[in-house]
């Protein structure tokens, strides 16, 4: 049972480039979400799935998108990256209260 | 929407000592707050929770306390040990399914 996981961990991109990060869970849990993290802000939600085919916008979903065709892959997608997106990205999961979280994803943009 | 203010940002405790981390909320319908640890490179992990219908909650050397009249939840933390340090953040359960969290707090235990 591995939990929440995210690939990839750690990356490098341009201005304007694109890229999709990819979170997995094998709890079979309903919802997903996915979250940013920059110094001395805590987490904000991007973007939330609450089942298969279903996404929803969070606080601060600009600039990404997401889809949610499998029940166990939530993917956040950047179409074109800019630096205001370099930060540390986490997906959650949970069946109702308790959200589980992965390692996390690590971007920079130069 | 729902806010959460936690305090303080940051905390330096004597290794035994206790160490007590304060989160207020702005809506009163909210009735799950969550807290969890986050350590150096890796995600928040749940390390206790309580719900509205509960006053306290006690694991071990953590502890939970929540006043809803007042709209204050927090964490304390007894006899803290090296292996407590970290980022904390408290949370709250918002309509939606959703979690609002705190800033966080960097947790020091000096050894």
């Known amino acids: 049972n591995a939990g929440v996981t995210q690939t990839p961990k750690f990356r490098v991109l341009k201005t304007g480039q694109s890229m999709t990060l990819l979170c997995a869970q094998d709890?079979?849990?309903?919802?997903m979400y996915w979250y940013r993290q920059d110094p001395g802000m805590g987490l904000r939600l991007i973007h939330y799935?609450?089942?298969?085919?279903?996404?929803a916008k969070g606080e601060v979903p600009d600039g990404y998108n997401v889809s949610r065709l499998k029940k166990q892959n939530f993917l956040l997608g950047l179409e074109s990256a800019a630096p205001s997106q370099t930060s540390v990205y986490f997906c959650?999961?949970?069946?109702?209260?308790?959200?589980?979280f992965g390692p996390g994803t690590r971007l920079l943009v130069l | 929407g729902e806010n959460v203010e936690q305090h303080p940002s940051t905390l330096s405790v004597q290794e035994g000592d206790s160490a007590v981390i304060k989160c207020t909320y702005s809506?009163?319908?909210?009735?799950?707050f969550p807290w969890y640890k986050q350590e150096l490179g890796k995600g928040p992990q749940l390390i206790i929770d309580?719900?509205?219908?509960?006053g306290e909650k006690k694991d071990q050397r953590i502890a939970v306390t929540l006043n809803k009249t007042a709209k204050h939840f927090s964490l304390h933390i007894t006899e803290t040990q090296p292996e407590d340090s970290a980022v904390y953040f408290c949370?709250?359960?918002?309509?939606?399914?959703?979690?609002?969290f705190g800033g966080g707090t960097r947790v020091l235990v000096k050894p």
């Open positions: 809506d009163s319908a909210s009735n799950y």
């Open positions: 959650a999961s949970t069946d109702w209260e308790t959200q589980y």
């Open positions: 799935s609450v089942g298969e085919g279903t996404t």
């Open positions: 709890m079979n849990h309903e919802y």
């Open positions: 309580i719900r509205s219908n509960v």
């Open positions: 949370a709250v359960l918002a309509a939606g399914n959703k979690l609002t």
